[in-house]
């Protein structure tokens, strides 16, 4: 069992201030038990201001976690926030890990790193927390596929750091009250911890009929499917070309994957079309897998978060949820950017289930089969993903 508690405070300028918010909400001595973690999401300013470091001092346990452009945790109010997840167990262990900076597509800062958290438990790990860097040189799908080689392919849970400045320079990973651009830090749980995770994306009534096949890739760039460039594609299924080439709107029509081994498809964002036609994606697309085009918007975001919320807690009560939601949604919602949060709140607080929400600049989620089974850990874009244990 894990006990689970959160915090927040919208103090941004008063750290000793920010530290008597959270110290007031979470009575830390009556609460602790053997094992404990804490869960930290925050505006960048906590950390230029020093209110992050102080609370992180002030606790008595390992922290990890991320910088956002928005956030939530039970009964949070406000905007800008800084939100703390605390678990606590007496059968359930937690490790921290943080690699070396990462600069290029190596998988041997994270073995290390890994290797060492393992190290300190005394069973195999059942679940990992990941916290990953948002670099312009390598991507989410990187990490998952390195750790699953690392790890064997234990559950993988997490988010890439983002922020809320337009190019995102200051998004940063965080760990033990210091802040790393360039650094993945993570949490290894083991013992009685059964995770279950649901994903919300785009529903099938917003996706295309027409599919295809993706017969040139490299990377994160979509080529060709069914031997014709991207752009030549979708313009077949009714999509507009503007005068230089580009796509009408093309940042509101997703590509879903499918990616022929039994699991839930994944969702691509696409940031960009070459001049050749090719599309520029938010992560790896296989070769030979399944393509189809969906469209996303704030009804469709609102309608998706709140049915896999309905699924998720009407299933089963749980001592926690840990949600992330990519901040393309937050960004297609319009006028209404706090709904998502608002939808959250409106029906996790019926539940008195301890949560927290992190907008994202990429998702980390494991995919089932249609039985419930896990397929493989997986990198998403647009999407909503739920940890729940």
């Known amino acids: 069992m894990i006990k689970a508690l959160t915090a927040f405070t919208d103090e941004i300028d008063d750290a000793e201030t920010a530290v008597e918010d959270i110290l007031r909400q979470i009575p830390i001595e009556e609460n602790l038990l053997a094992n404990s973690i804490g869960i930290i999401t925050c505006y960048t300013d906590y950390i230029e201001t020093g209110a992050f470091a102080a609370i992180c001092k002030a606790l008595p346990f390992s922290t990890v976690g991320m910088t956002t452009l928005g956030n939530a945790v039970s009964g949070s109010t406000g905007k800008m926030l800084l939100t703390l997840l605390?678990?606590?167990?007496?059968?359930?262990?937690?490790?921290?890990?943080?690699?070396?900076?990462?600069?290029?597509?190596?998988?041997?800062?994270?073995?290390?790193?890994?290797?060492?958290?393992?190290?300190?438990?005394?069973g195999e790990p059942a679940l990992m927390l990941s916290f990953v860097p948002l670099l312009m040189n390598v991507s989410g799908d990187?990490?998952?596929?390195?750790?699953?080689?690392?790890?064997?392919?234990?559950?993988?849970?997490?988010?890439?750091?983002?922020?809320?400045?337009?190019?995102?320079?200051?998004?940063?990973?965080v760990c033990d009250g210091e802040a790393y651009p360039n650094r993945c830090a993570f949490v290894l749980m083991s013992g009685k911890i059964e995770p279950k995770f649901y994903i919300a994306s785009i529903s099938n009534e917003k996706v295309f009929q027409e599919k295809a096949v993706v017969t040139s890739v490299q990377g994160n760039q979509l080529q060709t499917v069914n031997d014709v460039p991207v752009v030549d594609y979708l313009q077949t299924l009714g999509l507009k070309k503007n005068d230089d080439g580009s796509i009408v709107g093309i940042n509101s029509f997703p590509f879903i994957v499918?990616?022929?081994?039994?699991?839930?498809?994944?969702?691509?964002?696409?940031?960009a079309l070459t001049p050749e036609g090719y599309a520029v994606c938010g992560g790896d697309i296989p070769l030979g897998a399944?393509?189809?085009?969906?469209?996303?918007d704030a009804d469709e975001i609102i309608s998706?978060?709140?049915?896999?919320?309905?699924?998720?807690?009407?299933?089963?009560?749980?001592?926690?949820?840990?949600?992330?939601?990519?901040?393309?949604?937050?960004?297609?919602?319009?006028?209404?950017?706090?709904?998502?949060?608002?939808?959250?709140?409106?029906?996790?607080?019926?539940?008195?289930?301890?949560?927290?929400?992190?907008?994202?600049?990429?998702?980390?989620?494991?995919?089932?089969?249609?039985?419930g089974q896990m397929i493989a850990n997986r990198s998403h874009n647009d999407t909503f993903v739920l940890c729940a244990f």
């Open 142 to 173: 990187f990490f998952v596929e390195a750790f699953d080689n690392i790890t064997g392919g234990i559950p993988n849970f997490g988010s890439l750091a983002v922020d809320h400045n337009e190019d995102y320079h200051a998004a940063y990973v």
């Open 290 to 296: 399944v393509l189809g085009v969906g469209s996303i």
């Open 258 to 271: 499918d990616y022929n081994d039994g699991g839930a498809p994944v969702v691509r964002a696409v940031f």
């Open 86 to 122: 605390l678990l606590t167990s007496n059968d359930v262990e937690f490790s921290v890990g943080l690699t070396d900076a990462i600069t290029e597509a190596d998988e041997n800062p994270l073995r290390g790193s890994y290797q060492e958290a393992a190290a300190r438990l005394t």
């Open 304 to 371: 998706t978060t709140s049915e896999v919320l309905q699924e998720a807690t009407g299933s089963k009560q749980y001592d926690c949820v840990l949600m992330f939601s990519c901040v393309g949604r937050y960004f297609s919602l319009g006028y209404n950017p706090d709904s998502e949060i608002a939808k959250v709140q409106e029906i996790l607080e019926n539940t008195k289930v301890p949560y927290q929400f992190t907008y994202s600049g990429g998702e980390l989620c494991p995919v089932n089969n249609k039985r």
